[in-house]
T-cell receptor
Framework: GIQVEQSPPDLILQEGANSTLRCNFS?????LQWFHQNPWGQLINLFY???GTKQNGRLSATTVATERYSLLYISSSQTTDSGVYFC???????????FGRGTSLIVHP | GAVVSQHPSRVICKSGTSVKIECRSL??????MFWYRQFPKQSLMLMAT?????????EQGVEKDKFLINHASLTLSTLTVTSAHPEDSSFYIC?????????????FGPGTRLTVL
């Protein structure tokens, strides 16, 4: 099946810093989503982005499907951005979603 | 966006009892729902795909008699952990797809934290 790799696995930032999270995938995809799991475990849908670029406030995402990667940008980070960011894809001939292992982000005040 | 609810949000039970977790799509119909399990500091592991009106499809290594899934309507899927044991303690999350959405975008429930004593 399709492989999904996220980097970095862990990230520690000072409040106000910018960061880029990466998601690589091994096959063509027809669905890619970024999620934020908050410290209480709830998964928040950030972007549905199988291709192209989207922005929502301080967050933006870009997927280059032909090169099989997606990037999540966080600007002016805040402590509430802390948590784990997951990339999930559907592709490679399957309709079953596959999650990456996530990037754990800690933002210090 | 679409809303998916889960109930209960957390449950503590004694070993040997059964626990039912509900997953509901509140403002859309979902022909397909997914059930995931997440251990601490790990990613989500897909347990099974639940299809309305038919038997669930279980991932390799997931005991179908242990984790009973029922998807009786387009807005409700249930996961029953039968004869629960401490090793079943975990965070269980469901997701649903709007059957009208050809993009296969998933919407997740808030999760259920199960603790088996």
């Amino acid at each position: 099946g399709i492989q999904v790799e996220q980097s970095p696995p862990d990230l520690i930032l000072q409040e106000g810093a910018n960061s880029t999270l990466r998601c690589n995938f091994s096959d063509s995809v027809n669905n890619l989503q970024w999620f934020h799991q908050n410290p209480w475990g709830q998964l928040i849908n950030l972007f549905y982005i199988p291709s192209g670029t989207k922005q929502n406030g301080r967050l933006s995402a870009t997927t280059v499907a032909t090169e099989r990667y997606s990037l999540l940008y966080i600007s002016s980070s805040q402590t509430t951005d802390s948590g784990v960011y997951f990339c999930a894809v559907v592709g490679g001939g399957s309709y079953i979603p596959t999650f990456g292992r996530g990037t754990s982000l800690i933002v210090h005040p | 966006g679409a809303v998916v609810s889960q109930h209960p949000s957390r449950v503590i039970c004694k070993s040997g009892t059964s626990v039912k977790i509900e997953c509901r799509s509140l403002d859309f119909q979902a022909t397909t729902m997914f059930w995931y399990r997440q251990f601490p500091k790990q990613s989500l592991m897909l347990m099974a795909t639940s299809n309305e009106g038919s038997k669930a499809t279980y991932e390799q290594g997931v005991e179908k008699d242990k984790f009973l899934i029922n998807h009786a309507s387009l807005t409700l899927s249930t996961l029953t952990v039968t004869s629960a044991h401490p090793e079943d303690s975990s965070f269980y999350i469901c997701s649903a797809r709007d059957h009208r959405d050809s993009d296969n975008e998933q919407f997740f429930g808030p999760g259920t934290r199960l603790t088996v004593l």
